[in-house]
């Protein structure tokens, strides 16, 4: 998908976006145009949530 239409999905900045992307490895550069695969930032970004909760998790029982 273009930025232009995933900013508007998931509501974050260009820059932002570019980065979460980049990091992701879902950018893909077709004649100049930038493109993301949503499959992949998707699953990137449920990776994310999911270490962060499990992280929070895993500090809230070892503070018990």
Do not use: P
């Not at 820059?15 to 979460?20: P, R």
Request: include cysteine; glycine fraction near 4%.
């Amino acid at each position: 998908m273009r930025y232009q239409q995933a900013e508007i999905i998931y509501s974050i900045s260009h820059k932002k976006l570019f980065e979460l992307a980049s990091d992701a490895g879902a950018i893909y550069r077709i004649d100049g145009t930038v493109l993301s695969n949503r499959d992949i930032f998707d699953a990137y970004l449920e990776c994310q949530v999911s270490k962060r909760y499990y992280d929070y998790r895993l500090g809230a029982t070892s503070r018990r």
